[in-house]
């Protein structure tokens, strides 16, 4: 995955409030929150899915 082009948009709806902690935890780990909910969801997917992968993180 790295390197290659993002392309794909995925929209969510949510609450203020949970945009809100959202942002928080984004900032918290430094990241943007778009950056951090796509790498956070995307390890989760790993995990779910038995991946045992390691993924680089954005950003890093």
């Known amino acids: 995955m790295a390197g290659e082009r993002k392309t794909a948009v995925l929209q969510i709806r949510m609450t ?3 945009k809100a902690k959202l942002d928080a935890a984004a ?7 778009g950056t951090w909910l796509r790498d956070m969801g995307l390890a ?3 995990d779910i ?3 045992t992968k390691k993924r680089k993180k954005s950003g890093s």
């Open 16 to 18: 203020e409030d949970e």
């Open 27 to 33: 900032a918290a780990a430094g990241q943007p929150t």
């Open 49 to 51: 899915a038995g991946g």
């Open 44 to 46: 989760a997917a790993d």
